[in-house]
C-alpha cells in the first residue's frame, strides 16, 4: 500500500478489508459498535473517512495485548473525530497499552505463584505468609493451615 493510500476517504467496506487484510463482517461490527465512525450514502453504504485505517490498525494492536472492546473504545474516543491520528495520538496508545500489558503480566506472574507447587505433606503455610489455593469448584482463594 502506497503512502498516500493510508489515508483516503470514502472506503468502503470491501476496501478497507482488502487494505488492512480483514474480513469485510469485522469492519461492519468495528463500525456497528462505535469503533469505525462512517457515514451513510443516499443508497445505505458505509463510507469511511481518512482515518479508517489508523484505527483498524489500533483496534489490532489493541486486541493483541487484550483490550476489550470498551477500553478499545474508550481509546479511541481521545482521538479527533474523522481525523489522522499523530504520532503523539499513536504513542498516548502505545502508553496505554503498555501500561495495561504491564498490569496483565503482574496479574499473570500472581496466578503463576497461587498455582505454585503443592505443600508437601506434613509442611505448613503460614496463611500471613501468603499462602492460600485456588480452589477448584469455587474458583476463590482459600488459606492454606
Not at 24 to 41: I, M, N
Not at 59 to 86: D, N
Not at 91 to 118: N, T, W, Y
Request: proline fraction near 7%; include cysteine; glycine fraction near 8%.
Amino acid at each position: 500500500m502506497e503512502g498516500d493510500d493510508w489515508h483516503v476517504s470514502g472506503l468502503t467496506v470491501g476496501q478497507v478489508a482488502e487494505r488492512m487484510n480483514i474480513a469485510p463482517s469485522a469492519v461492519r461490527w468495528y463500525d456497528d459498535h462505535g469503533l469505525l465512525p462512517s457515514e451513510r450514502t443516499a443508497g445505505n453504504q458505509r463510507r469511511f473517512f481518512a482515518d479508517v485505517l489508523c484505527r483498524v490498525a489500533m483496534i489490532r494492536a489493541s486486541q493483541r495485548v487484550g483490550l476489550s472492546i470498551e477500553e478499545i473504545r474508550e481509546a479511541l474516543s481521545a482521538l479527533p473525530p474523522r481525523q489522522v491520528p499523530t504520532p503523539e495520538d499513536w504513542e498516548r496508545l502505545a502508553g496505554h497499552m503498555r501500561h495495561v500489558v504491564s498490569q496483565r503480566i503482574d496479574e499473570l506472574f500472581a496466578i503463576l505463584k497461587e498455582l505454585g507447587p503443592a505443600p508437601t505433606a506434613g509442611a505448613a503455610t503460614s496463611p500471613r505468609a501468603g499462602g492460600s489455593r485456588m480452589s477448584p469448584t469455587s474458583g476463590t482463594r482459600t488459606a492454606l493451615s
